[in-house]
Structure formats: C-alpha cells, structure tokens
C-alpha cells in the first residue's frame, strides 16, 4: 500500500510538474494557437485579384485606345464585315449576271475564223487512177446570226431568273436577320458576363469582410479557429469564381467578336447595362408582320412561282427558233484566190424526243407541287416559330419581377445574417447559406434579364422586325409606320 500511494503521488508530482511548464510557456506566448499566422493567413486584400484602373474590357495583345461600344454599332460592325453577309452579298451579284446571260440569246453573235486544209480525195483519185490532192485556204471567215424569236423560251428563262435573283435577295436579308439576331444574342450575353463578374466580385469583397470578422472574433477568443478556417476556404472559392467570371467575359467578349466578324477586334468596353425595355406585341399581329416582313414566308412563294415557271419552260421543248444567219468567206487554193458569202433565214426545229420530253413535264410538274407542298410546310413552321419565341418572351417577361423580389429576400436575408454573425450571435454556415443564396439571386436575375432580352431578340428574327418601345416599326419608303400594339 505504501508503494502505490507512493506511485500515485510520484503521477501527481509529474502532471503538475507538466500543468506548470505548460502554463509558463503559454504565459511565454499567449497568443500560441490564437494569433493569426500572416504566412498562413494573409490578409485577404493582399490576394485579391488586380483591377484595372479604367474597368475596360481588354482583347489580349491589343495597344489600341480603349474606345466606347453599343449594340447599334455592333449591328453596324456586323452589316459590314460578317462573311456570312459579304458571301449573301454575291450571291446576289452572281444572279444579277445571271439574268443578263439569259437576256444575251437575244443578242447577235459574231464567229471568227481562218486557217488551212490539205486534203485527198480517195474515192476520185481510185476512180482516175492518180492522186488528187487539194489545197484549201481560209484566210478568213466571218459569220454573224441573230436570233429573232423563239416564242417565248427566252422569255420564260428570264423571269427564272428573275425570280432567281428575287430569291437570293430575300436569303441576304434572311441571312442579315440571322446575324442580327446573333449579334444581339452575342452583345446581351456579354453584358450578362460583365454583370456576373461584378457579382463574383462583390462577393469576394463580402467573403473577405467575413473573413477578416472571423480573424477578429477569433483573435479576441470569441470565436473559435474553424471559424477563420471555414472564412477562408469561402474566401478562396469566391476567388476561383471570380476568376472563371473574368475568363467568361473574355470568351462573351472573344464570341461578339466572331459574331461581327472582327475576330481581332482591338480593346473596346461595353458601355450599356442589362435592362428592361417593354414589348407589349400580341400573337396576332406578330403573325401578321411576319406574313409581310419574315424572308423565308417570301422565299417560300417565290419558290412556287419559280417551279410554276419552269413548267413553263419544259413544255416549250417542242417549239422551234427563227434565226437569221450570214457568212463571208475569202480563201480556195490559195489565200486570197476567192471568195464567198451566204446568208438566210431559219426556222429551226429542234430534236424531238416524245417520251424525254414528256417526262420532263412530268418531273417539272411534280417539283412544282412539292415547292407547294414545301410552302405551306414553312408557313406552317413560321406559325409555331413565332407563337414559340411569342410564349416564350412571356415567360421571361413574367419571370423578371419574381426574380427581382427573390433578389430582395435574398439581400435581406444576408444582411441580417451577416448583422448578426457580427455582432457575435450568429453563426459561418449561417452566414456562408446566406451569401450563397444572394449571389445565387442576383445571378439568377441578371440571367432572367439576358433570357428576356435574349427571346426578344429571337422574337425580333421570327417576324422578320425590330421591336422598339414595344411596337414594331415597319419602313415606307423614308417614312415609317408603327402599328401599336395592345397591351
């Protein structure tokens, strides 16, 4: 018993013997395992990704001024340098020829030639019983035909390609809606880049006052250290999402760019913001402004015309051509030894070929009622297009005020968290739930204002009209006309 209270005491000794030296080393360094270490926790202004001073958007590599930038001139950009238009352009170009080759079967046409023959006759040399050979000299040959009517053949090809031409014309503008619609897309969600970056960017500054709370609560010994450590990791992802921001708005940026068709733009900024513009058009008079202004409604009927056209033509297979012919000629066995002309008048008929011909009706006939067929189809498929874009427009435009008021309760929310965490009474994964929530509103906003401008545009390409201050504005000569719409 002796020994065991002697052990027990020896214990004691030793524990109060360590308690000390503990004690004297924390009243060494009281701060041990409460002050923040800099190396380990820097302040969060020190790692806080650079701005630049002018808030430009900068395409790398440029030296250029920073100039100012809307979306009419984006528009403007794109109307001159997209490809997509330039190569509409000749197209169009390209059919404007092709009705003036139609229009050259009426034009006279010249021929030139001259050379030189030597030539043995078989047949008169077996029969004389020696060789007859001749020398036969073109020196020049001059002939020139004029077609006088061919009873409406040429005729028909020209409105062909009339219509051919019309037809090209109706695709550049398609073309030019597309792109427009493009660019807008493009411009909208470049301004939904910037605002995200603003977003993440403001919420690294929110994570950081937090953080820099959680180092003064835990630095006084009102907090403990999982605090900091929970303010930290918050801090850093804030940062990676700031940084995934700022490479988003260079490809937002990089995109427009492509869009325009000035892949290597020089350094611009954005000088308009994401906002709401009213569009009050109803169902019904968006189907009729497409019926009148949509491309592909026109080039669906221009398509009828051409194929009826072309009916037309192929029943014309039968018809002969009237043509006036004339020749000169100087030459013979020598150069200039002679000479010799002809002229007339003709009416030529061509190779008839019953059963070639009247499946050539056939076929033309059957391609005129698919382009029927054909017609109706993108009449059709205009019709859902316009209610899609039309419904959808609505959609967004309901959605703006709900995410806006969820944007409030958000805001409010984090400020009440973030009172009461600085007052000591509340607590990181409140406060992280509530930071969370708000920027996941406001992105959610500013989303919901990129998909209503985003629909308009798409609304816009689907009626063939820009919307302005909620009405369609329609071109009348220099004039325009504005048909109001009800609300």
Not at 165 to 185: A, R
Not at 245 to 259: G, Q
Not at 307 to 335: D, M, W
Request: a positive charge.
């Amino acid at each position: 018993m002796k020994k065991l209270r002697l052990f027990i005491i020896s214990i004691i000794f030793l524990m109060i013997t360590q308690i000390s030296s503990q004690a004297a080393f924390w009243h060494k360094d009281s701060d041990l395992g409460n002050a923040i270490q800099k190396e380990e926790y820097p302040d969060s202004r020190d790692v806080e990704p650079k701005k630049e001073s002018d808030n430009s958007l900068l395409i790398q590599g440029s030296v250029e001024n920073t100039v100012d930038i809307s979306l009419e001139e984006c528009m403007k950009f794109a109307l001159g340098n997209n490809p997509r238009i330039q190569a509409a352009m000749q197209d169009v170009f390209a059919s404007d020829a092709r009705i003036r080759q139609a229009w050259a079967a009426y034009f006279p046409q010249f021929g030139w030639q001259t050379g030189y023959t030597k030539i043995k006759q078989l047949q008169l040399s077996d029969a004389l019983g020696r060789n007859l050979t001749f020398n036969y000299w073109v020196l020049g040959q001059i002939s020139a035909s004029q077609m006088l009517y061919d009873f409406g053949v040429t005729q028909n090809q020209v409105t062909i390609r009339k219509l051919d031409s019309q037809g090209y014309k109706i695709t550049l503008t398609g073309t030019v809606n597309d792109v427009l619609c493009e660019v807008k897309k493009s411009y909208y969600y470049l301004q939904y880049a910037i605002e995200a970056k603003k977003v993440a960017e403001d919420m690294v500054a929110k994570y950081a006052a937090f953080y820099d709370q959680a180092k003064a609560f835990y630095k006084v010994g009102t907090k403990p250290k999982v605090d900091v450590t929970i303010a930290e990791v918050n801090l850093s992802n804030a940062k990676l999402n700031l940084i995934q921001a700022e490479n988003a708005v260079d490809i937002a940026m990089a995109k427009l760019n492509n869009t325009m068709g000035l892949p290597y733009s020089n350094k611009y900024k954005v000088t308009e913001t994401l906002r709401y513009e009213p569009c009050d058009i109803t169902l019904d008079s968006a189907i009729k402004t497409a019926q009148t202004s949509r491309p592909e409604f026109q080039l669906a009927e221009v398509k009828v015309e051409e194929a009826k056209q072309n009916v037309k033509l192929v029943k014309k297979s039968y018809f002969p051509q009237l043509t006036i012919e004339g020749q000169y000629q100087i030459g013979g066995s020598h150069p200039t030894s002679n000479y010799g002309y002809n002229y007339g008048g003709y009416l030529n008929f061509p190779t008839i070929n019953g059963m070639l011909i009247k499946n050539e009706i056939k076929e033309a006939q059957a391609l005129y009622s698919r382009e029927q067929s054909n017609a109706i189809n993108t009449k059709n498929n205009i019709y859902y297009e316009i209610q899609e874009s039309y419904y959808s427009l609505t959609e967004k435009k309901n959605k703006i005020p709900v995410a806006f008021l969820g944007l409030k309760q958000a805001k409010e929310n984090y400020e009440l968290s973030y009172g009461r965490y600085k007052v000591g009474v509340g607590n990181p994964i409140e406060l992280k739930d509530a930071q969370v929530q708000y920027q996941n509103a406001m992105l959610t906003y500013y989303q919901t204002m990129y998909d209503y401008n985003a629909a308009k545009a798409t609304l816009e390409k689907s009626i063939g009209k820009n919307i302005a201050n909620g009405e369609v504005e329609l071109k009348d000569g220099c004039s325009k006309k504005k048909i109001r719409k009800n609300s």
